[in-house]
């Protein structure tokens, strides 16, 4: 039974009749594109689920999701052109019909391109395991970000070209934009990519000490625009991230070992076997310790200096932690204290001795220049005018050596009126 079987159809004109034919024959491909659609979805799953116990990554649920987006648009894509033969469009209805079916395609190659980085490269492991790339961690959703603005620029522009726009003026406009705009926002595109050089070469981790021209302290927070480094007084300091990046950088939290370095002077009073008994029960002792590396061990007598006999000690010690260091250097310099001990050698500090050859017999005093003697007090105008008695006549004298003579006051012992 036909369409052609009912009486009302026949009544009908020619062109009616062709054109209800028409309508009904394209329902039903339309009917049977659509119930179709699982059938392409199954077909492509198969090979993506044979692959999927040897590639992790395919186990996902989102790969099957993944797949049934550009299926959905070509599907439609298919409708489009079989109804527009069908219906036998023509003219600009089927220019348009067939650039939308066209979009549709491009359209669903998109976007399967732009689901792919957050399925393949969620994480800095999963984009190493698929593409053998190594990148920190923090880097990865920029890199997601980056790839997708460029995946929608390049659709845009073929989906211009296929609706036969010009897109050459649009692209010189927007290379002179970004020209403008990114001599607008040369600091901030350049401390952009001084945190991807910091986060890519990783100098320092949040937690470390680092020493720059500009700040020195604990690294706190690495950001877009700015390293945060709170300095020793829990000041903080706000570095941008060009200047941290192109700057020399000192990380003190990545010593292995730390050096302890010092002179130990030894008293003058010493003498050569105490020295050597010295230096071997101090080298002894560093070399004996568990923390000390015991190949970097020195202690030598190194010369004669101003006040005391030097004796070099150096030594590196496996810690890196600054406290933990300095509670070892401590424990040490006890230990050398009680080698000194034992050994009964003291430690020479810096001093100096004065010898004084003479002293004169009295003070004079210079003439001074008219009109200065109201500035005098009383003592020193009597003194001036001789009106003071000169005590020095009855002084002791004292020899050239600086001692006093009083022989003259004390009493002879010849004198026989004693």
């Known amino acids: 039974m036909s369409v052609k079987d009912f009486p009302l159809f026949n009544q009908l004109p020619l062109d009616i009749q062709e054109f209800i ?44 999701d993944l797949l ?25 209805v089927n ?26 490269m969620p994480t800095a492991t999963q984009l190493f395991s698929v593409t053998g790339m190594t990148i920190e961690d923090r880097l990865v959703p920029f890199l997601r970000t980056a790839i997708k603005l460029f995946i929608i620029a390049l659709g845009l522009v073929i989906l211009l070209q296929e609706w036969d726009y010009d897109v050459s003026g649009l692209i010189a406009g927007l290379g002179l934009g970004g020209l403008a705009l990114s001599l607008a926002a040369q600091d901030t595109v350049s401390n952009l990519f001084g945190f991807v ?22 690294v706190e927070h690495v950001g ?17 991230n060009r200047k941290m990046a192109d700057a020399a950088l000192l990380n003190w939290s990545r010593l292995s070992k730390r050096r302890m370095d010092y002179v130990l002077g030894v008293s003058y009073n010493s003498t050569s076997e105490d020295l050597r008994l010295l230096l071997h029960r101090v080298r002894e002792m560093l070399k004996s310790q568990p923390l ?3 190949e970097s061990v020195v202690v030598y007598f190194t010369g004669f200096g ?84 000169d005590k020095t006549a009855h002084s002791p004298q004292m020899d050239d050596a600086g001692s006093i003579d009083d022989q003259q006051d004390m009493p002879d012992d010849d004198d026989p009126t004693n």
């Not at 199954?42 to 990554?57: F, L, R, S």
């Not at 050089?197 to 604990?218: C, K, L, N, Q, W």
């Not at 877009?224 to 941008?240: E, K, N, S």
Request: charged share 20%.
């Open 21 to 64: 034919g028409r309508i009904l024959l394209l329902v039903l491909v339309l009917i049977m594109i659509f119930l179709l659609r699982k059938v392409v979805l199954k077909i492509a799953a198969k090979p993506v689920q044979k692959m999927a116990p040897h590639i992790p990554v395919l186990r996902d649920e989102r790969i099957l």
């Open 68 to 92: 049934s987006v550009p299926v959905r648009y070509i599907i439609i894509a298919l409708a489009l052109f079989i109804s527009a033969e069908i219906l036998e469009v023509g003219g600009r």
């Open 95 to 120: 220019i348009f019909v067939t650039n939308l079916g066209r979009s549709f395609i491009i359209f669903s190659i998109l976007m399967t391109l732009y689901r792919l980085p957050d399925i393949f």
């Open 197 to 218: 050089a910091i986060v890519s070469d990783r100098p320092f981790h949040v937690g470390e000490y680092v020493v720059t021209p500009d700040a020195e302290g604990v």
């Open 224 to 240: 877009l625009r700015t390293t945060r480094v709170r300095r020793m007084d829990q000041a903080v300091i706000y570095v941008p």
């Open 292 to 294: 000390v590396d015991p």
């Open 306 to 389: 101003d006040s005391a006999l030097n004796v070099l000690i150096r030594s590196y010690v496996h810690l890196s932690d600054w406290g933990e260091f300095h509670a070892e250097q401590e424990r040490l310099h006890l230990m050398v204290m009680d080698i000194i001990h034992e050994l009964g050698i003291s430690v020479a500090f810096p001093s100096q001795s004065l010898y004084l050859e003479s002293i004169p017999d009295r003070m004079t005093l210079e003439p001074l220049p008219p009109g200065h003697h109201d500035q005098l007090t009383e003592r020193e105008q009597a003194q001036l005018s001789g009106q003071l008695e």
